[in-house]
């Protein structure tokens, strides 16, 4: 047998596992590694983090990864290239923190790798009836395996396409091994470039779980605030804060056939862009209102959408327990708009569940991963978008 092959069958086969989760999300703020050891599988998962750090990108880097990204016209050749500078970056980045948090490389059973995500093109989005659901990540995972020296796992949301589904989002199969709980509805919601939710029963029946888009999380933020402000993003709300919610423009914004399809549904950047704002202010004659009103209008699109989305789900007055994750929870402006939405919701963060909201992301990779390692896949009762499978693609070091 090859040895590569019987570390894995050891490694699989161990009672506890060491296992890197690697998330780069639309911001593409950096590279969130968590550190996780993880137990047993399916229903009886448990996971705890020891180390998270997100591996900064230089601006460098970030502006190569958006030279190809959500673009429907790129250069082939720097997408071909990009493939493997991702991955090398990644490595180095991983095995960075790993000396920083005094691991041996040789010490990790297994990374999980999202890769970077450069299109989503989910069936409502391209309308083309010859082709299916697609989506494309790169930062091939035979890269990172071999300059890291630990067995990999990359490319999980292939499979999930190849079953019927959208790719995305796959949070529901971590968010229901690891946060169900009998007794209490609960929503796990993260608000990243774009946001999503998945609803966990208390009767914690697999077949009434789901995940869906919701719709612009902080993109359409980050965007304006990249383009007008030369900030990353909007620090504290600070400008969003200064400005006042023009009610044309949001209604322009919200004026959007996706947010009238069924759930589960997804989306990205590349529906939510800032050609998708310059029309909503040509529709609405707001082209001329000031940079911080339209920051503030944004800001309100995103909370309306998510809101929205809730109700649709549990009421007019709904009322659910609500855990919050990603970079969008660190927005105050966001978060009362949110609180003032859905008063009858109780707002909490993963972290009263015991998992770093900015490391949950990667977190739920680690999982996938265990549970194409050593579990079986989930049955959700042939619930659309939410397919009975195992994902991720295994690269060995040797």
């Known amino acids: 047998m090859n040895t590569q ?26 590279l969130d590694i968590a550190l996780c ?47 493997e ?13 790993l000396q920083e948090w005094g691991y041996d490389n040789e010490s990790i059973d297994f990374i999980a790798s999202h890769g970077q995500t450069i299109f989503h093109a989910p069936k409502s989005l391209h309308q083309l009836d010859d082709y299916p659901n697609g989506t494309l990540q790169i ?9 890291t020296g630990i067995i990999t796992l990359s490319d999980f949301r292939q499979k999930h ?36 939710f ?73 529906l939510f862009n800032l050609e998708y704002l310059s029309l909503a202010q040509q529709k609405s004659n707001t082209a001329n209102i000031l940079k911080e009103d339209v920051m503030a209008t944004l800001c309100h699109f995103s909370a309306r959408t998510i809101a929205d989305a809730i109700r649709r789900c549990f009421g007019q007055e709904a009322k659910a327990m609500v855990y919050m994750s990603g970079g969008g929870m660190h927005n105050p402006l966001l978060v009362k708009l949110l609180r003032n939405e859905l008063p009858f919701c109780n707002f909490l963060t993963t972290d009263d569940l015991n998992i770093n909201p900015d490391a949950k992301e990667a977190v739920l990779f680690a999982v996938l991963a265990n549970e194409t390692l050593c579990g079986r896949p989930i049955d959700f009762g042939n619930r659309q978008g939410v397919p009975a499978v ?7 070091p040797a």
């Open 139 to 147: 930062g091939d995972g035979d890269h990172i395996a071999l300059k």
């Open 5 to 30: 092959i019987q570390k894995l069958y050891d490694n699989a086969g161990k009672t506890e596992r060491l296992i890197i989760g690697l998330m780069s999300g639309t911001s593409m703020d950096g």
């Open 37 to 83: 050891l993880v137990k047993h599988s399916g229903a009886d998962t448990d996971i705890k983090v020891l180390a998270f750090k997100t591996g900064d990108y230089t601006d460098d880097f970030r502006a190569k990864i958006k030279a190809v990204f959500s673009k429907k016209e790129v250069d082939l050749q720097l997408v071909c290239l990009m493939n």
């Open 161 to 196: 396409l190849a079953a019927g589904g959208e790719g995305a989002p796959l949070a529901v199969y971590g968010d229901y091994l690891i946060f169900s709980k009998a007794g209490e509805d609960r929503v796990m919601l993260n608000i990243g470039g774009i946001a999503n």
């Open 85 to 97: 500078h991702i991955a090398n970056t990644h490595a180095q980045l991983i095995n960075e923190a």
């Open 198 to 270: 998945t609803y966990l029963p208390g009767s914690t029946d697999a077949s009434a779980v789901f995940s869906t888009d919701v719709g612009p999380g902080n993109t359409l933020m980050d965007q304006y605030m990249q383009k007008y402000f030369n900030r990353f993003y909007d620090k504290h709300a600070a400008v969003g804060l200064s400005g006042q919610l023009n009610e044309k423009l949001l209604h322009a914004l919200l004026d959007c056939s996706f947010f009238e399809l069924d759930f589960p549904k997804t989306t990205g950047p590349e």
């Open 390 to 396: 195992c994902m991720g693609k295994i690269s060995l």
